[in-house]
């Protein structure tokens, strides 16, 4: 079984700062691929980036970028220069490559954006 | 707009009713996926199907139950409705060649 672990509820950052967000999963599978979505107060799911586990670079997406440690296995999510529309719940997700292609989410991280 | 519809957007019904969530994949998309996001479970898989057929189960209750047709769209039963039915459900739709999934915009089901 798979599970993704976000140990932070709520982080209040500054606007145009950067923000780290915490996502630590487990598996015993070795072909895997991690995801980060955005839920603002509207209620959708956006999705922002994705890694697989046998990418050997770190994947970007324009502010977006995942810091993918595999051996720690972590995916953080890093936002560089925060915007007040960065204000919303962050969802890391994972999938196994091979069976049940469902994704496992974490409990998500709350962002605040401060003016 | 995602690609994948869902209906209707808001539902508010009373306990013991029974209710049923539509959903449209986006073109091409053979899988389609149903969650339930609710304040104490959060996001949690209940079901897949593929081109028509079942393919994997999670934390679906016996109450619920769900099938896609032959155009690809499903439907989400929910039946004899509880205060804890209350949730946003989403459907999503992947192909097998994309990593990515693509949600719908959810339907927020209110049990009184």
């Known amino acids: 079984a798979q599970k993704i672990t976000q140990t932070q509820p709520g982080m209040f950052v500054q606007e145009k700062e950067a923000v780290t967000l915490d996502c630590t999963y487990d598996?015993?599978?070795?072909?895997?691929?991690l995801f980060w979505y955005k839920q603002p107060s509207s209620g959708e799911m956006i999705f922002l980036i994705y890694q697989g586990s046998y990418d050997e670079q770190n994947a970007t997406e324009g502010r977006y970028s995942l810091n993918f440690q595999k051996a720690r296995k972590s995916a953080n999510l890093v936002i560089s220069a925060s915007q007040l529309g960065d204000s919303a719940m962050y969802f890391c997700?994972?999938?196994?490559?091979?069976?049940?292609?469902?994704?496992?989410f974490g409990t998500g991280t709350r962002l605040t954006i401060i003016p | 707009d995602s690609g994948v519809t869902q209906t209707p957007k808001h539902l508010i019904t009373a306990t013991g009713q029974r209710v049923t969530l539509r959903c449209s994949p986006r073109?091409?998309?053979?899988?389609v996926y149903w969650y339930q996001q609710s304040l104490d479970q959060g996001l949690q898989f209940l079901i897949q199907y593929y081109n028509g057929e079942e393919r994997a189960k999670g934390n679906i209750l016996e109450r619920f139950s769900a099938q896609q047709f032959p155009d690809l769209h499903s439907e989400l039963n929910l039946s004899s409705l509880e205060l804890g039915d209350s949730a946003l459900y989403f459907c999503?739709?992947?192909?097998?060649?994309?990593?990515?999934?693509?949600f719908g915009s959810g339907t927020r089901l209110t049990v009184v």
């Open positions: 999503a739709s992947s192909t097998p060649t994309v990593y990515g999934y693509t």
């Open positions: 997700a994972m999938r196994v490559n091979f069976g049940n292609e469902k994704l496992t």
């Open positions: 073109s091409g998309d053979l899988s």
């Open positions: 598996t015993s599978d070795q072909s895997y691929g």
